[in-house]
């Protein structure tokens, strides 16, 4: 009987799309999706009375209510705009590297307009997409040629297939990485058909060992940037130099899957040695592979650069038909590279000017956020504090950066709480959560993204605050 009497203040739906709140959405949406939205509502609420949950007959406006809330967290999209405060440059969840704006502007140039995409435009006959890029690649490497696919795991099994396919490679067993998202060189290499011959231990790979593994049917010498991951202690691993020796030798081509694959020494900026993209191709190696959105600090790509005998092969194999890359990646690729030929690319390029900002700059962003935030009389203990940021992207394991960050410890609700409700807003706000405090490091929050970061904190921090 009570459980009728309840199941009865139910609304119907036609009543609810008569509510003032929802003609918006009804003039701009279809009535179908509308109609769909507030259904789900009403289905809720009557499992919720069926199972107990609810004792109490509705109110009609507390379902309107709901029916609103639904609709406009369907259209809140997605895939969202995030304020980084992670510290973490190359954040792969937050779409790793972030395009300057001159990309940017490229993208918006030939997407909503046609472009000679692959239109010769002097001679007016078919050209060739990755004709946009390989100038500038070459230039910038000392490629002979080069060749851009979809992302570098792509890059590595077109180029594995198109050179050692039924043949095999030899690899050192300290190489043998997972990088994320099930990227195992093992498995690349079987999809790729080529047949992976292991050399050496974990910790310890020589060049005899390179050699005695190489037979009749030794197709490729590969070096893989071991990344997100380190060995340390007792460990040895090939010279580049010395592996192109060997190479040459024997007459089987080298190749290495840089990942990251820096064009620029970050030395001078605290970061440890690694050979960049130039440096491995001027010591001789065939072919280089690496990413378009880690350190190059452009859109997501898979780079090919080498030797010509090799890459010209590669643009003739069936794979890179299904692997190429579209428009909008030439574009923001293009815009990325031109870049790095500009006098001061170190800071047109955000995620070098990111990885490369002197701490004090960092501190000048932290102490404007702070003054905002003490100014503001929030409920909570805060303060500014020296902190240690991230490349991220599977550079640079364990490398860590001095920064500066805003630490909150709220007075009325608890740090999770915090750093959820910031975390749902539109843009988004992530920070780290270290000692039960929110931090917010400054080396990855941009200038005009403070006043942001204060009127969220400020809107969540005082919400709360009975
Ligand atoms: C990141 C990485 C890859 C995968 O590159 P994606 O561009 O993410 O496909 C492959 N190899 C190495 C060594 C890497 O660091």
Same mark, same amino acid.
């Given at each position: 009987m009570a459980l009728e009497k309840l199941l009865r203040s139910i609304p119907k739906v036609d009543e609810i799309l008569k509510a003032p709140e929802l003609q918006d959405h009804l003039n701009?949406?279809?009535?179908?999706?509308?109609? &769909?939205?507030?259904?789900?509502v009403l289905d809720e609420l009557r499992s919720e009375i069926v199972s107990g949950q609810r004792q109490k007959p509705l109110e009609f406006q507390e379902v309107v209510n709901l029916a609103q809330r639904k609709i406009e967290s369907f259209f809140l999209p997605p895939y969202r705009r995030v304020v980084n405060g992670t510290g973490v440059v190359l954040h792969t969840n937050l779409g790793r590297a972030l395009l300057a704006?001159?990309? *940017?502007?490229?993208l918006r140039k030939v997407s909503g307009s046609y472009g000679n995409l692959e239109l010769d435009l002097k001679t007016g006959k078919r050209g060739s997409r990755y004709d946009h890029v390989v100038e500038y690649l070459c230039e910038l490497t000392g490629a002979e040629d080069a060749l851009v696919v979809n992302n570098n795991a792509s890059a590595v099994i077109l180029a594995l297939s198109s050179m050692a396919s039924g043949k095999e490679v030899i690899v050192s067993r300290g190489q043998l990485v997972e990088i994320g998202g099930a990227f195992r060189i093992p498995e690349i290499m079987e999809r790729s058909g080529a047949i992976l011959k292991e050399v050496g231990t974990t910790n310890k790979t020589?060049? !005899?060992?390179?050699?005695?593994?190489?037979?009749?049917? @030794?197709?490729?010498?590969?070096? *893989?940037?071991?990344?997100?991951? &380190?060995? /340390?202690?007792?460990?040895q691993s090939v010279e580049i130099a010395d592996l192109v020796q060997l190479g040459r030798d024997k007459g089987i081509p080298v190749m290495w899957d840089l990942g990251s694959g820096s064009l620029v020494d970050l030395t001078p900026y605290g970061l440890p040695n690694e050979p960049t993209v130039q440096e491995v191709l001027a010591a001789g190696v065939d072919v280089v592979t690496f990413s378009g959105d880690k350190l190059l600090g452009g859109p997501q790509a898979g780079i090919i650069a080498g030797k010509k005998e090799f890459i010209s &092969?590669?643009?003739?194999?069936?794979?890179?038909?299904?692997?190429?890359?579209?428009?909008?990646?030439?574009?923001?690729?293009?815009?990325?590279?031109?870049?790095?030929?500009?006098?001061?690319?170190?800071?047109?390029?955000? *995620?070098?000017?990111?990885? @490369?900002?002197?701490?004090?700059?960092?501190?000048?962003?932290?102490?404007?956020?702070?003054?905002?935030?003490?100014?503001?009389?929030?409920?909570?203990?805060?303060?500014?504090?020296?902190?240690?940021?991230?490349?991220?992207?599977?550079?640079?394991?364990?490398?860590?950066?001095?920064?500066?960050?805003?630490?909150?410890?709220?007075?009325?609700?608890?740090?999770?709480?915090?750093?959820?409700? *910031?975390?749902?807003?539109?843009?988004?706000?992530?920070?780290?959560?270290? !000692?039960?405090?929110? /931090?917010?490091?400054?080396r990855t929050v941009q200038e005009e993204e403070i006043d942001y970061c204060q009127k969220l904190l400020e809107k969540h921090l005082v919400g709360d605050r009975k």
């Open positions: 701009r949406y279809q009535r179908e999706i509308i109609t &769909r939205k507030v259904r789900e704006p001159e990309a *940017v502007e490229a020589r060049l !005899d060992d390179y050699r005695a593994a190489i037979n009749d049917n @030794t197709g490729l010498l590969l070096g *893989v940037h071991t990344s997100n991951y &380190r060995i /340390i202690g007792f460990t &092969r590669m643009k003739k194999h069936p794979l890179t038909r299904a692997i190429r890359i579209d428009k909008m990646t030439v574009a923001a690729l293009q815009a990325t590279l031109m870049l790095y030929f500009e006098r001061d690319f170190l800071t047109k390029i955000p *995620v070098l000017r990111m990885l @490369t900002e002197p701490p004090e700059k960092i501190k000048k962003r932290a102490q404007k956020l702070y003054r905002k935030l003490i100014r503001a009389k929030l409920p909570a203990e805060i303060s500014l504090d020296k902190g240690k940021s991230e490349v991220g992207g599977g550079a640079f394991p364990g490398t860590y950066l001095s920064s500066y960050v805003i630490k909150i410890n709220p007075h009325h609700l608890s740090v999770e709480k915090l750093a959820k409700a *910031v975390r749902e807003e539109n843009p988004a706000l992530l920070g780290r959560i270290e !000692d039960d405090k929110f /931090i917010i490091d400054l």
